[in-house]
T-cell receptor
Framework: AQSVTQLDSQVPVFEEAPVELRCNYS??????LFWYVQYPNQGLQLLLK??????LVKGINGFEAEFNKSQTSFHLRKPSVHISDTAEYFC????????????FGKGTRLSVIA | ETGVTQSPTHLIKTRGQQVTLRCSSQ?????VSWYQQALGQGPQFIFQ???????GRGNFPPRFSGLQFPNYSSELNVNALELDDSALYLC?????????????FGSGTRLTVV
């Protein structure tokens, strides 16, 4: 089975500062990795995903993430955040074969301070 | 191209009652998954439907059941509601059953059981 640990439940950061949201996963098989964002009272929106190939993945809204197999990590980064990035961010993992559901972490609340 | 739509957006039920939540999948998507997101938690997989058949199930009791219709829309039914069933229920659709095709999430139905 797969599991995800998001190491920070809340991350406050000043506007235009860089941010890193940390995600570690556990799996005995190869995986796909995802980051989703959830704005208040909304569903989940896919930011980016790692399926294979280059370990640096670029997503929407200026976010990127790096897959590190040896560290079993998939940290999300943005060089300069905006007020509009305030939201809940979820890391998710699934097996990389067949039909397997997403397993989510508990989420990290990013609060951007003006 | 319409996204995933869920109805109703909010509802309140009494313990012991039954509830039906509805989901219309994105155009061209034939697979629907349901997730439960309790307050302060990440989404948890309930089950998935593909071609009107249940195609995978998470750790939820049989009182959680579902249907998928020929037009790929779906229902989630919960019988004998318990207080712990209070959560945001998210529907996600995808064009295939394999995870790498990506899921599109709806905005969810907020269920409160009193």
């Amino acid at each position: 089975a797969q599991s995800v640990t998001q190491l920070d439940s809340q991350v406050p950061v000043f506007e235009e500062a860089p941010v890193e949201l940390r995600c570690n996963y556990s799996s005995s098989v190869s995986v796909y990795l995802f980051w989703y964002v959830q704005y208040p009272n909304q569903g989940l929106q896919l930011l980016l995903k790692y399926l294979s190939g280059s370990t640096l993945v670029k997503g929407i809204n200026g976010f990127e993430a790096e897959f590190n197999k040896s560290q079993t990590s998939f940290h999300l980064r943005k060089p300069s955040v905006h007020i509009s990035d305030t939201a809940e961010y979820f890391c998710a993992v699934s097996r990389n074969s067949g039909n397997t559901p997403l397993v989510f972490g508990k989420g990290t609340r990013l609060s951007v301070i003006a | 191209e319409t996204g995933v739509t869920q109805s109703p957006t909010h509802l309140i039920k009494t313990r012991g009652q039954q509830v039906t939540l509805r989901c219309s999948s994105q155009s061209g998507h034939n697979t629907v998954s349901w997730y439960q997101q309790a307050l302060g938690q990440g989404p948890q997989f309930i089950f998935q439907y593909y071609r009107e058949e249940e195609n995978g199930r998470g750790n939820f009791p049989p009182r959680f059941s579902g249907l998928q219709f020929p037009n790929y829309s779906s229902e989630l039914n919960v019988n004998a509601l318990e207080l712990d069933d209070s959560a945001l229920y998210l529907c996600a659709s995808s064009p295939r059953t394999a995870t790498n095709y990506g899921y599109t999430f709806g905005s969810g139905t907020r269920l409160t059981v009193v």
